[in-house]
């Protein structure tokens, strides 16, 4: 199901004078505190549009890195480092709200921004420390999302001061997504009883780079998905569907990483299951559509369309020399 979340990025209120007298040692005698800038996201909104099995967003995590004065010479409230930012539904637009208000350390120092959303992916260690990189394991339904305003250098408290430049944090897919539509093609009923995709489930995420790379171990992801009945000749492509998503049966795969599709289909009482790699090349924050054509038991053709979430281009998947399964 199609949902979609906006995000802006806003600080906890709190009286500035007060956190003034709070700033006023500083470990670091050469920077002035004597006017703090605050850190504010600006009031852009990055809309995106999310294809996964997440229901609500709720958290997402984000990153002030400070890159000219060394992290351990800086307060507590000069960076943040892998910070929760609680995402409140207002009216359908989602606003992050982080923890405590941080400040530019000094005029001149130079920040970058970052953010991701794990869904329901799990990350292990490593993300609380350069070079901010963990390994996230899916299961085929979580939508990552990575975002970065590095700013070339630009954010600092007299950018922010003088000329109002905050930064804004714009959330991408990091994922690739299949989708699968059927078509008949045979003179006799067939069924499409379930798909899987042999690819690696694991994969490391760069948060600086704003990436996901696939791992080398495949692993097995089964698409969530109700049987496909399919009369002879029909004629016209079908979506293979989820009882839980109107849309289309869809799967989140590691982009650029090699994939091997196998369906299960049936006519009348015998089964088979055949298997065909993936040679096309898939990007993140791409959305392929593959049609399969089905000629009875005795071949599959498949055709992919590549879909950007929004736009398509087809591309040609040939399962003609597939080799069925002992």
């Not at 006023?24 to 549009?49: Q, R």
């Not at 897919?173 to 299949?178: E, N, P, R, T, V």
Request: with cysteine; charged share 15%.
């Amino acid at each position: 199901m199609k949902k979609f979340f906006a995000f802006a990025i806003a600080a906890v209120t709190m009286t500035v004078g007060c956190q003034k007298i709070q700033d006023l040692v500083n470990p670091n005698a050469s920077v002035d505190d004597t006017d703090l800038v605050e850190i504010k996201f600006s009031s852009n909104i990055a809309t995106v549009e999310t294809k996964s099995a997440v229901t609500e967003l709720t958290t997402v995590n984000v990153y002030g890195i400070n890159g000219t004065t060394a992290q351990a010479q800086l307060k507590d409230t000069r960076y943040f480092i892998n910070t929760p930012a609680t995402a409140t539904n207002d009216a359908g637009t989602y606003k992050l709200t982080l923890d405590k208000t941080y400040f530019y350390n000094g005029k001149t120092d130079k920040y970058s921004f970052y953010g991701y959303f794990l869904d329901a992916a799990v990350a292990g260690t490593g993300l609380d420390a350069e070079p901010y990189q963990a390994t996230v394991t899916i299961t085929g339904e979580e939508d990552i999302l990575l975002a970065s305003a590095a700013g070339n250098g630009t954010y600092c408290g007299d950018e922010a001061e003088t000329n109002g430049l905050q930064p804004s944090l714009e959330f991408n897919h990091a994922l690739s997504q299949f989708q699968f539509e059927a078509q008949n093609m045979g003179k006799a009923a067939i069924k499409l009883e379930a798909i899987s995709i042999a690819t690696p489930q694991t994969g490391t995420m760069d948060v600086l780079a704003s990436t996901v790379t696939a791992g080398t171990d495949d692993g097995t992801i089964d698409v969530g998905m109700t049987a496909l009945e399919l009369g002879a000749e029909n004629g016209a492509f079908e979506v293979v569907k989820d009882a839980a998503n109107a849309n289309g049966a869809l799967a989140m795969v590691m982009p650029n990483a090699t994939y091997k599709i196998t369906f299960t289909v049936s006519q009348g009482t015998e089964t088979r299951t055949l298997t065909q790699p993936v040679v096309t090349t898939i990007n993140a924050g791409t959305a392929y559509k593959f049609q399969i054509k089905l000629y009875s038991l005795t071949a599959i053709e498949l055709t992919a369309t590549l879909t950007p979430w929004g736009s398509a281009q087809e591309v040609e998947f040939d399962t003609s020399n597939a080799i069925e399964n002992n």
